[in-house]
């Protein structure tokens, strides 16, 4: 166990770049704060590398833990590598899981179709979740998944779903290939009111981006289109809540 109390200490600032992309890739590991994902990362049984903790903070966590990689911390070096307003004092370092293939044949999936509000990517994955889907592929170009804010919305549900970046075109074709529909949610003339679809035991569901929707490619590959048709003036939904409508509706 070690113990530092130094925002300089060498270990806390390469921790602490973790809150940007380009050093989670370099070293292959994530920044997650806070009891509850935390708690879920260990009953999960997720590789770490470092649980970082005020002494009073280890005192109440309620999962079983390595001590030989618990690293002691004070105030000052949480309040360093919070990226909230109020620290609860504990992370931890979480290695990246990305498996390079994967093999789509079965159950129901979201597919985030470069979406890029960190806020919407979380809630969505969490509402897929708590729906019972299966998992979440995000295009290349959707916001990183162990971004901190993508951390905070989906809340400790990165531990229950099989969750990966990967080309959608692939992805579908693998869906396609499995007989597994594939629907996308756009406004289109082809499209139909999400209530004209049938439950099917499984299925992918195309979110587009916040702002220009499911790209034409990804179109084109999709089986049906759909949309939620909007009842009052409000010109569009925000994309989560849209999803969480139609994998509500799926579930």
């Given at each position: 166990m070690q113990e530092i109390t130094s925002v300089n200490n060498r270990l806390i600032k390469s921790i602490a770049k973790l809150d940007q992309k380009k050093y989670r890739e370099e070293s292959g590991y994530y920044l997650i704060e806070g009891f509850h994902l935390v708690e879920e990362a260990l009953k999960a049984k997720e590789k770490y590398q470092y649980?970082?903790?005020?002494?009073?903070a280890v005192s109440r966590l309620d999962q079983d833990y390595d001590e030989g990689k618990l690293v002691k911390i004070n105030s000052a070096v949480a309040h360093h590598l919070s990226s909230t307003k109020n620290s609860q004092e504990i992370f931890m370092t979480v290695k990246i899981n990305q498996p390079d293939h994967f093999d789509f044949t079965w159950g129901k999936w979201v597919l985030l179709d470069d979406l890029a509000d960190p806020g919407n990517v979380g809630t969505i994955i969490r509402t897929a979740d708590a729906a019972g889907f299966d998992g979440v592929v995000l295009s290349p170009r959707t916001?990183?998944?162990?971004?901190?804010?993508?951390?905070?919305?989906?809340?400790?549900?990165?531990f229950h779903l099989s969750l990966l970046k990967y080309p959608l075109a692939s992805a579908i074709e693998s869906f396609r290939a499995a007989d597994i529909p594939v629907y996308a949610s756009m406004l289109d003339r082809?499209?139909?009111?999400?209530?004209?679809?049938?439950?099917?035991?499984?299925?992918?569901?195309?979110?587009?981006?916040?702002?220009?929707?499911?790209?034409?490619?990804?179109?084109?590959?999709?089986?049906?289109?759909?949309?939620?048709p909007i009842k009052g003036q409000a010109e569009s939904l925000n994309a989560a809540v849209a999803a969480g409508i139609m994998i509500y509706y799926f579930s």
């Open positions: 649980l970082l903790a005020t002494p009073d916001v990183d998944l162990y971004n901190p804010k993508v951390q905070r919305a989906m809340q400790g549900s990165q082809e499209a139909k009111q999400l209530q004209d679809f049938d439950q099917v035991p499984q299925l992918a569901l195309v979110i587009g981006n916040e702002a220009h929707g499911v790209s034409q490619d990804v179109a084109e590959l999709s089986d049906e289109k759909l949309y939620i």
